[in-house]
């Protein structure tokens, strides 16, 4: 036994990157098991039961689990480990949800001490009504997603095999005029039309808008699909018309400055959520007609009122789409049982591998701090300290000067704070596109992006999700919502569209050295790591060195301690 994971009783698992079989090792677990760490030599992993109940869900059983865990373990693995495996997955399905023909929806288990168990909790109480047989029990129609979420919660997680609703009938057809469905998407809409509702899991620029396509012509029907801003509603609705037999009449956008309603209705979450004198008036819209599907884009970001909407959308058909589904959060839970549990997961180096996103090279740039610049973040409070380090002058002048080293190409510089942006667009002689900007400038900037009109463009958080940029191919990091690793994975997902001439991605995280920056990149990496991607940590001074790799001196001028802010969308 030399394999290269460390299996342990505490239910982590060890993985020792540099071993010959650690990337089919990699592929074996990530179906059941969750990256926590991801120093050079050793990643760890957590098997938990939600990662085992998605496993199951997904149609993998205890005994495919537990052959990974022995077949690539140096040491052997703890027996109460396996057993806990075993016993874990065999809670998920012993209790479902199904459909019965005079009583409605009902809750049945296999076994009836499980469900004589649950039925004495005193939230499950209110949910369900007269016992049917000593197996089966009414559960009110209304209340399908909310004892699904108390069900997880108790550790009793029910299979849903009660089946959905038609809703109002819609011709889309996939339009036959030179494309088709890749592969991996014709699996991702098999596995999620199968499994009735549940969520996809693709990298940033394999397709997600178009397995949200093949869903829509599986279903036939009416649809609404949620997206994060009105940029992503506009290039869903471009994609939809040229890539289906719908209209532009056909596709309705309901947004802040429109309220179409259309058998195709395209939303955003920012709308949905508007609050006005304590409620949201706009959450009627998912009553607004019968949809068929509901469709989740980003649904790792699905905001908590939304939550509670689907939880009364258990009868209709749910698709979540998303690069990663970490919540910073934690709410994995809410989306495992009230949009769906996974259905499908590419690996993002399998996709790479295969043509249909760019190798990407990930470099950390780790940057000293002047005297002054360490004295003043010793000296910051607590709750200034990030800011600070992550605007600093020295990180803008190393930034300013790997966008020199790179003129000519098309490069996103992103960013969280707005004077820190608005001081480098102006230095580097690059527009910037932030919360303030309206759509139609976005739209208009992104196009001239597009064209090649423009090689460089600065932009905020809004430009972190469902922005369909190809050309792009590098991306500098200036700095972030703290430690998030979704954020991360989208950032770096805005240059891993496929390039014609077969280009490498760049990816560029500027960090200031001996910092809390430096702790929150770390924490900020560790989907991608999961994901295979390794990135190389340089010196500014190495990197920005004249020669044949460096690209002459760093230079420039102007400070960015100003009060800077967060941007908002």
Known sequence: ??????????????????????????????????????????????????????????????????????EYARYPVPHALLVDIAETMARYGRLSLSKHP??????????????????????????VGERIDPDSVAVHPSERGQIKQVLLKLGWPAEDLAGYVDGEAHRIELAEDGWSLRPYQQQAVEGFWHGGSGVVV????????????????????????????????????????????????????????????????????????????????????????????????????????????????????????????????????????????????????????????????????????TDSERLAYATAEPEEKYRFCATTDSKRRVTEALVRRHAGEQTLVIGQYIDQLDELGEHIGAPVIKGDTTNAQREKLFDAFRAGELTCLVVSKVANFSIDLPEATVAIQVSGTFGSRQEEAQRLGRVLRPKADGHEARFYSVVARDTIDQDFAAHRQRF???????????DSVDLLAPGPEGGGSAGGGGSAGGAEKPDGV
């Open 102 to 127: 005079t009583h409605g929806l009902v809750l049945t288990s296999t076994d009836r001490p499980v469900l004589e168990e649950v039925l004495r909790s005193k939230k499950i109480q209110p949910l």
């Open 202 to 369: 693709l990298p940033c620029g394999a397709g997600k808008t178009l397995v949200g396509a093949g869903a829509m012509a599986k279903a036939q029907a009416t649809t609404l699909i949620l997206v994060t801003n009105t940029v992503s509603a506009r290039q869903w609705k471009h994609e939809l018309v040229r890539r289906t037999s719908l209209t532009e009449d056909e596709i309705g956008e309901y947004s802040g400055t429109r309220k179409e309603i259309r058998p195709v209705t395209i939303a955003t979450y920012q709308v949905i959520t508007t609050k006005r004198k304590g409620v949201y008036p706009h959450l009627e819209l998912f009553d607004s007609r019968d949809w068929g599907l509901v469709v989740y884009d980003e649904v790792h970001l699905l905001p908590a009122p939304v939550f509670k909407f689907t939880a009364d959308l258990q009868a209709r058909r749910r698709l979540g789409l998303t690069a990663t589904l970490v919540r910073e959060d934690g709410r994995e839970s809410d989306v495992f049982s009230l949009i769906g549990p996974k259905r499908f997961d590419a690996p993002w180096k399998e996709i790479e591998n295969q043509g249909y996103i760019a190798p990407a090279d990930c470099v950390e740039v780790r940057v000293s701090l």
């Open 528 to 538: 991608l790591a999961e994901q295979g991607y390794a990135y190389r940590i340089v």
């Open 1 to 70: 036994m030399n394999g290269p994971l460390i299996v342990q009783s505490d239910k982590t698992l060890l993985l020792e990157v540099d071993h010959e079989l650690a990337e089919a090792c990699r592929r074996a677990i990530a179906p059941f098991a969750e990256l926590e760490r991801a120093p050079e030599h050793m990643h760890t992993y957590r098997v938990t039961p939600l990662g085992l109940w998605n496993a199951r869900a997904a149609g993998h059983d205890a005994e495919q689990v537990v052959d990974a865990l022995v």
